[in-house]
């Protein structure tokens, strides 16, 4: 298998792709059966063998580059079927003749040939949308309508997921788990159609140095209450607050030129794809080190920034500046001293009427600050009410319980002054932090008096027995009651309200989990998730009496929790997303960036225990994607859009995906399903990176080769490890099944002696070892875990290369192994006895993949010299060679019937290849990094890609459906040409101008218009006709229309028709709302040159005129009396100025002027009130519109 972490990678800058192929001929297609290659000349499905064009090849290839004789021989021994005497199967034709079935589908051929694929679309890509750092949640319905924002129009229920991505913060589709675009860059891929080109992952993942330098990279954010403002702060402590909702109808429509006054519009975060709006900027957050910290009030109107030197702002939103500034207390009682310790926790009390926050800090302190207690007070307004100091490491999470214990005093005795007011609340206080303790504290607040001085200013006077007025204060104490060991560093603690918890029906029930008991759940290092209860007491009672001891409630099964081997949890949510309904839901966060959603159940005989059960999960972050494999359905045909997929990453874990429908919301009656990736479990057993997989032919079994020298085989069902292979000295590369499916029942003697199934494994050794299978009745018994460690033993062993070996594939038939290697060379070896069948030299540097045709008895072959070969198995030649990558070429797929190949590279491209024409049908696009993985479905309908940018995509073959659009497109453009013709016909010109622009037809556009002007020039309309259209044009007709008329404007033939359009564009439509218009600015620039020179061209077309007219008149006058002829001809014309007089000018048939001097000439054949030519004289400012 082609890794980087074990093999020498390509580059892309040495030696450039070989010049030339080095073979000429094309086979005939020789079909597989019972272990045999059985010529099919005959079969319309056959390869033509065709001569190609290309000089040999000047590698060290031997026989592979010779003349055009041996090509010919080499031909014409792909047209023989293979002879007994290769004995390539000889001793395993017993067992091939007992399969098949397994390829006689593959074998049919029909009465035409096979179609050809020619475009593939991405169906789903999944996309690192997380990389740790802070997870928002959009809120329930209910928090939506906030004091901030009361008459909004705001959608009910968004749902989505933010989450910080690098420097930026990605919006996740919450039900399918995709990424549908950033904060800073916008659009990404969308239902896995690439809605940006310019993207680049590695912008903010691949170059932490990048990073690091970008001022720009939001290091924390916010979600507000109403789900549609986010405040975020960047590197460089600037505080802006975006908008991620839409624009509304109205704004929508202004920007693109309409006058609308719809506002009723939704606004909708998950379906803009442009980049959030910055709706205002705070300016700098006043700190000194990165803001890590942002927390929004429940009412929405305010929100505190905590940092890593220690400080907290409260900020106004309404108002856009900072309210407070909160220090840390360097003193254990809370005096004016200041430390600098970072925030580590920001949480404020969940009630809209109240301002307390709780501040936890990196020293193991709490300061709570009352923001309403002291607010008359300047000096003590930004001091801590209390500080708590009894964590002995850094607190992570705190949560308020209200309606338990009282109002009790320092004794513990309730308060009952009639002058005490629960302004700061009272209530249980719960703390935990990395020192494995949850703190409970007893909030009480009690009425303190002082002696009003004469300086004093007052708050509440009394007057006490001796006549003295006094001041009335509240003092607010937080005193610790219990203290909680849970044994881990705790990470994230919620406050399960009655909504998360399930509902207890029964008796037994009800004596585990009653209503008014308090459950908390929290997650940690351990990598469980825990539920915790307290039972409130007696509030009259002591204080030891007000709640009791916190006692575990349920935890996470130990298959399903994330455990503390793997890194354990960062964070705990509460949701109420969900994939079917409103559903409330914890989500819990761990080391790898995956987001698994929980639900609490009673399970159990008559549900008298409390579990979890584990809903969905959304991976945030795969890494490097390494290898992948589709493991082959079992069961029902018809769900063969259901595809189950094994990916490699640069872990020790394999991950199963399952693509399938992904069930949105159901809101407002609407529903709508997507095709997506979701995690379906995770292999766990190797102690080193996994690099190669592979999936049995019946879908029953995994084989997956590790950095850690071994190969282990999973039962796919139970994703238990069934068998352990060890003997590898370095790490084992690639690994291959055998697949024959009948071969996987055989089992005992006959499956030791190599008749049954097998792995193959190709090490760091230079070794290749063939592993024999116990067969299905043993490995489902192992698969029980009734053996315990079961181990394989090797059959055969042999030192194949002299290089890395980085690919080892089997023949369809089980008959031979092909092995590529670092050293350039493609071996292939008989799988009974691991002897060497033929060696293919060819390929100037290291072969990646190698894989049989199971069509035809061809092997192809994808190498760093960015080519593809396919070589003859029967002698061992190259037959035709493929370029096109512009790197190394990594991994090579056989399609359909085997006419084309799918091959992707370094360079992040897939190519689809036709082997008979030897072209590349299509280039597709998805990834930003070199391609490692690459598979496809048995059926054909899905291909799989993953790389090194760490996406996974699905393709789908559209071929037909682009067909399809094409001639329906083209069905309908001979409709419509049909009636365009026929309004032609019938002379309905403006119907057929309408059909012309929908065509996009600019000639017919050009003849149409014409006929209009000329229609309306007879009825002496002008253009009123043409301003009519004009007026019912969209901004994009508008600016079609302006192009047309751009380019009919270079013509001088046409350029009267532009200008009359351009005319009837400016009378129509005001200047200001035609500027707004994007694009038509730079098309008015271009037309007004041309125009200009038209002008400038008429006027002296017009000019020479008038010396015609003159030269005219003056040979009229030559006949003395007999000008009859001529005295008509002045009748008839038509002169198109009217008489001026300017000084050295001539005017006919009016006034001769002559020096300034005007001379009236008596003119029988014209009178007075008709117009005249005036030579050297033009004015087109006074002309007519029609002229």
Request: glycine share 8%; charged share 25%; aromatic share 6%.
């Amino acid at each position: 298998m082609a890794r980087r972490s074990s093999r020498k990678q390509p580059r892309g800058d040495e030696e450039n792709s070989p010049s030339s192929s080095e073979s000429s001929e094309m086979m005939a297609s020789e079909k597989l059966n019972d272990g045999e290659f059985i010529n099919s000349a005959s079969s319309k499905n056959d390869l033509v063998v065709v001569k190609d064009q290309s000089d040999g090849d000047d590698s060290e290839s031997g026989d592979s580059d010779s003349g055009d004789e041996q090509m010919e021989d080499n031909a014409n021994q792909i047209h023989e079927p293979m002879k007994g005497s290769d004995d390539v199967d000889s001793t395993s034709s017993g067992d091939n003749e007992s399969d098949d079935e397994d390829q006689g589908a593959a074998s049919k051929t029909g009465d035409s040939p096979p179609p050809i694929s020619k475009s593939w679309a991405a169906l789903t890509t999944h996309s690192p949308c997380y990389t740790g750092g802070t997870v928002a949640f959009s809120h329930a319905p209910s928090m939506t309508t906030t004091v901030a924002s009361p008459s909004e129009d705001l959608p009910s229920a968004q749902h989505y997921i933010l989450a910080q991505r690098g420097g930026d913060v990605s919006i996740i589709e919450a039900s399918t788990g995709l990424l549908l675009r950033t904060l800073r860059k916008g659009k990404m891929y969308q239902g896995g159609h690439d809605l940006s080109t310019d993207y680049n992952e590695n912008d903010d993942e691949d170059s932490e140095d990048e990073d690091m330098m970008d001022a720009e990279a939001i290091t924390a954010f916010a979600l507000s209450p109403n789900n549609i403002d986010v405040v975020a702060v960047t590197r460089s402590h600037l505080v802006r607050r975006y908008s991620l909702a839409a624009p509304d109808a109205a704004e929508k429509n202004l920007m693109d030129g309409k006058e609308t006054k719809d506002k009723s519009s939704p606004k909708s975060v998950t379906s803009v794809t442009d980049p959030a709006k910055v709706a205002f900027s705070f300016g700098k957050s006043g700190h000194s080190l990165p803001v890590t910290k942002v927390a929004f009030h429940p009412s929405g109107i305010f929100f505190a920034t905590g940092s890593v030197d220690g400080l907290v702002k409260i900020w106004d939103v309404r108002n856009g500046y900072a309210t407070h500034a909160l220090h840390p207390t360097s003193s254990s009682d809370g005096g004016s001293g200041r430390g600098r310790y970072t925030v580590t926790c920001l949480e404020w009390r969940p009630t809209a009427t109240s301002l307390i926050l709780a501040i936890g800090r990196e020293d193991g302190s709490i300061s709570i600050h009352d923001l309403l207690l002291n607010a008359h007070d300047t000096k003590k307004a930004s001091l801590p009410v209390a500080v708590l100091r009894d964590h002995l490491s850094a607190v992570t999470c705190v949560a308020w319980a209200s309606d338990v214990g009282g109002s009790k005093n320092s004794t513990g005795a309730a308060v009952s002054s009639p002058g005490a007011r629960k302004q700061h609340g009272g209530g249980v206080f719960f703390s935990s932090g990395r020192d494995s303790v949850i703190n409970t504290w007893l909030i009480s607040e009690e009425d303190t008096k002082e002696v009003d001085g004469p300086k004093r200013k007052k708050k509440k006077a009394s007057k006490d027995d001796s006549g003295q007025q006094q001041l009335v204060s509240i003092k607010v104490s937080y005193r610790r009651i219990r203290t909680m060991p849970i044994y881990e560093q705790v990470e994230g603690m919620v406050l399960l309200p009655h909504k998360f918890r399930p509902a207890s029906k029964t008796k037994d029930q009800k004596a585990i989990l009653d209503k008014k008991n308090i459950v908390l759940a929290t997650c940690g290092t351990k990598g469980i998730v825990r539920l915790w209860k307290a039972t409130p007491g007696d509030k009259d009672g002591s204080i030891l009496d007000v709640i009791s001891e916190l006692s575990p409630l349920a935890a996470q099964n130990g298959d399903e929790a994330f455990g503390e081997e793997n890194g354990g949890y960062t964070s705990l949510h509460l949701t109420s997303l969900s994939t079917t309904h409103l559903s409330p839901m914890l989500v819990a966060i761990d080391s790898e960036h995956n987001m698994t959603f929980l639900r609490a159940h009673w399970n159990g005989d008559g549900g008298a225990t409390l579990g979890f059960y584990t809903d969905r999960a959304i991976v945030g972050h795969n890494g490097e994607i390494l290898d992948l494999s589709v493991i082959p359905h079992v069961g029902n045909s018809d769900d063969c859009d259901k595809h189950t997929v094994a990916i490699a990453t640069n872990s020790s874990q394999v991950r199963i995906f399952g693509l399938g429908e992904a069930k949105e919301d159901e809101i407002g009656g609407n529903t709508q399903n997507h095709s997506a990736l979701s995690p379906r479990g995770m292999l766990d057993g190797h102690t080193a990176i996994v690099l190669s997989i592979d999936a049995s032919p019946c879908g029953r079994y995994l084989a997956t080769a590790s950095k850690d020298k071994t190969m282990r085989l999973w039962h796919v069902t139970s994703q238990i490890c069934v068998a352990v292979a060890t003997g590898h000295t370095e790490a084992i590369g690639s690994v291959a099944l055998s697949n024959k499916v009948g071969c996987y029942d055989v089992g005992g003697k006959a499956a030791e002696n190599g008749a049954g199934a097998f792995a193959v494994t190709a090490s760091k050794d230079r070794t290749l070892k063939i592993w024999p299978l116990p067969g299905t009745t043993v490995l489902n018994r192992w698969a029980q875990g009734q053996d315990g460690e079961n181990p394989l033993d090797a059959r055969l062993s042999a030192r194949a290369h002299e290089k890395d070996i980085n690919i080892v594939s089997v023949a369809p038939n089980d008959s031979l192994i092909a092995t590529g290697s670092q050293d350039k060379q493609v071996k292939l070896w008989r799988s009974t006895d691991l002897s060497l069948h033929g060696t293919l030299k060819g390929h100037k540097r290291g072969v990646w993949d190698c894989q049989f045709s199971t069509h035809d008895r061809v092997l192809a072959t994808a190498s760093g010299d960015r080519t593809l070969k396919l070589w003859s198995i029967a002698d061992c030649s190259c037959v035709r060679t493929f370029q096109g990558h512009m790197a190394g070429v990594l991994r090579v797929r056989f399609l359909g019937t085997g006419s084309q190949l799918l091959s992707s590279g370094s360079d992040g491209l897939i190519k689809l290849w036709t082997i008979r024409t030897n072209e590349c049908e299509s280039t597709m696009d998805g990834h930003d990094d070199k391609i490692w993985a690459l598979d496809l479905s048995r059926c054909g309908t899905a291909l799989f890609s993953g790389g090194a940018d760490s996406k996974i995509t699905v393709w789908r073959d559209t071929t037909k459906e682009k067909d399809d659009a094409v001639r329906a497109a083209e069905e309908q453009n001979i409709a419509m040409e049909q009636k365009l013709s026929n309004h032609l016909r019938h002379k309905q010109y403006e119907e057929a101008l309408e059909i012309a622009l929908q065509l996009e037809k600019p000639h017919q556009v050009l003849r149409v218009l014409i006929d209009i002007v000329e229609k309306d020039t007879k009825s002496s309309r002008g253009i009123e006709t043409l301003k009519g259209h004009v007026a019912k044009w969209s901004p994009d007709r508008l600016r079609q229309m302006l192009k047309y008329s751009r380019e009919w404007n270079t013509r001088a033939r046409n350029s009267h028709i532009a200008m009359l359009v351009l005319k009837a564009v400016v009378t129509t439509i005001p200047a200001t709302k035609l500027a707004s218009y994007e694009g038509v600015t730079a098309i008015l620039a271009g037309i007004a040159p041309y125009a200009e020179r038209h002008f400038d061209r008429l006027d002296r077309m017009v000019g020479d005129s008038y010396l015609l007219d003159f030269t005219l008149f003056s040979m009229g006058s030559l006949h003395g009396s007999n000008n009859e002829d001529y005295s008509k001809w002045t009748e008839r014309s038509k002169y198109v100025l009217p008489p001026k007089e300017a000084e050295g000018k001539i005017q006919i048939g009016g006034s001769l002027i002559v020096g300034g001097k005007t001379n009236r000439v008596d003119n029988k054949g014209s009178s007075d009130d008709e117009d005249i030519i005036t030579i050297g004289d033009s004015d087109t400012d006074v002309s007519s519109d029609d002229s």
